[in-house]
């Protein structure tokens, strides 16, 4: 359960209130709208599964760092280490910290003003520190504090957050379906003479259903991970899309698909909760968001930082990465990088620029990770495996091929952004190479 609510929290943030918009206009009939996040949900499984094969037959901590180190060596590994730690994680926090910040400013005006109080003049960059960014210093900082102190208070925190999240967030379909002010005959409206355009939908989707792997990251720190590993990607991501089915069905029900594709000054489900239930509900529903995005980064907070620390305890990364607190047995070095990092982007606002930059690499490794599962199978086949991923060899063929399709998609429409991530995540080439020469490894 602790690890399902990990999934959970790493998947559902604010990205389920604005993304339906931009696949409604890429797929603007209310079916194909549908069937997009059916399929990208499908897609999201059938990877989940092969990663629980590959989190039983090597229970530790790291995600896909440690299977592509497994199947394809140390470098594949450290470059999707490096990613994580540049902009996978990190700039994802810092973009939730300061969705945190907006959202809370719908009640308190302070907390989203952006008026510099100071500003530290650095060459190229500067350090600009406003209201804004200082409730999302205070954030990232609270939850790293709260996850350093052990695994207890960060469960117990973790497990709040997420059973808020996910009962708020099923009353809110079961309440609008059930006495909400729609139509269904808005599935059935399609907007005339419209273009449609699936491989931007899918990248999207992937892009929200993204995070369903987390449970891995944490594998050697769950009981019985043979057991509990599978059990954990299946629950969690069974629970994200059945709850993004139902959210999206509720958002047709309220708002014609041709509306939502053309409204772009207000975010969707407040808009929802509005026609369907009245402003009190818009207005929960903008407080839900302040919780659901404050979720996902108390999960993040706590995948990330497995990852640095398994590079580092296997001579990979910087050794001080590895330090497990005397106290309270986490890995605290890592936890305070990851946030002192995220700080930075926050202060630089230049999280989106790197989320833009290496999205695509979220697709890229997840989908060669779970080729290591054919891999690991030829070269190990005699192996035990306390879990086999359900629809071996289709299902991960599939995932594979889809994400390396959508990865493609998603370079060739933006490829200067797209060339800029590459950049970014090949720098981490020779920085490998510098820590093995400075750690003495052959």
């Known amino acids: ?45 059938a990877g989940a599964m092969a990663y629980a094969e590959l989190g039983t037959l090597r ?21 999707t280490g490096w990613t994580s730690f540049v902009a996978g ?14 959202y809370l400013g ?32 205070t954030v990232i900082t609270g939850l790293a504090l709260i996850h350093m102190r052990g695994l207890g208070p960060g469960r117990l925190v973790q497990n709040t957050l997420a ?40 990248i999207i989707v992937m892009f929200a259903y993204s995070g369903w792997n987390a449970a891995s990251y944490v594998a050697e720190e769950i009981r019985d991970p043979g057991r509990n590993v599978p059990r954990a ?61 404050s979720g996902s980064l108390s999960a993040m907070t706590v995948a990330g930082p497995r990852v640095y620390f398994a590079m580092a305890r296997d001579g990979e990364f910087f050794p001080a990465f590895a330090r497990i607190h005397p106290r309270f047995h986490t890995p605290w070095v890592s936890i305070a990088a990851q946030a002192v990092w995220s700080s930075l982007l926050v202060l630089t606002n230049t999280k989106d620029q790197l989320a833009e930059y290496t999205g695509f690499a979220v697709l890229l490794f997840s989908a060669v990770a779970v080729s290591t599962v054919f891999v690991l199978r030829r070269r190990y086949p005699d192996e035990p495996r306390p879990f086999k991923a359900l629809g071996y060899p289709v299902a991960p063929a599939i995932f594979v091929l889809a994400s390396l399709a959508i990865m493609v998609a998603a370079i060739a429409g933006r490829p200067g952004p797209s060339l800029v991530g590459a950049i970014i995540i090949a720098s981490g080439v020779p920085l490998y190479w510098l820590l093995r020469y400075r750690l003495k490894k052959p």
């Open 1 to 45: 359960m602790d690890a399902a609510a990990i999934v959970i929290s790493n998947v559902i943030g604010v990205g389920i209130f604005i993304t339906p918009r931009i696949i409604a206009v890429a797929i603007p009939h209310p079916i194909g709208f549908l069937a997009v996040w059916l399929a990208g949900g499908l897609l999201a499984f």
């Open 59 to 79: 229970p530790r901590s790291g995600g896909e760092y440690v299977y592509l180190r497994e199947g394809y060596g140390p470098l594949a590994a450290f470059l």
């Open 89 to 102: 994680f990190a700039g994802a926090i810092a973009a939730g910290a300061l969705g945190v910040s907006d």
């Open 106 to 137: 719908r009640f308190l005006p302070v907390a989203s003003d952006s008026t510099p109080l100071l500003t530290v003049p650095l060459p190229w960059l500067p350090l600009v520190f406003s209201p804004r960014t200082l409730v999302a210093l």
């Open 163 to 202: 059973g808020i999240k996910v009962g708020a967030l099923a009353l809110f379909v079961a309440l609008g379906l059930g006495l909400g002010r729609g139509s269904l005959a808005h599935l059935t409206t399609e907007v005339p003479s419209a273009t449609y355009n699936w491989p931007l939908a899918f």
């Open 233 to 293: 990607l299946a629950l969690g991501t069974g629970v994200v899309v059945l709850l993004y089915l139902g959210l999206n069905f509720l958002y047709l029900y309220a708002v014609p698909i041709g509306e939502i594709g053309s409204d772009t000054s207000s975010e969707l489900a407040m808009v929802a909760a509005e026609r369907l239930l009245g402003p009190v509900a818009s207005t929960l529903l903008g407080g839900l968001a302040v919780i659901v995005l």
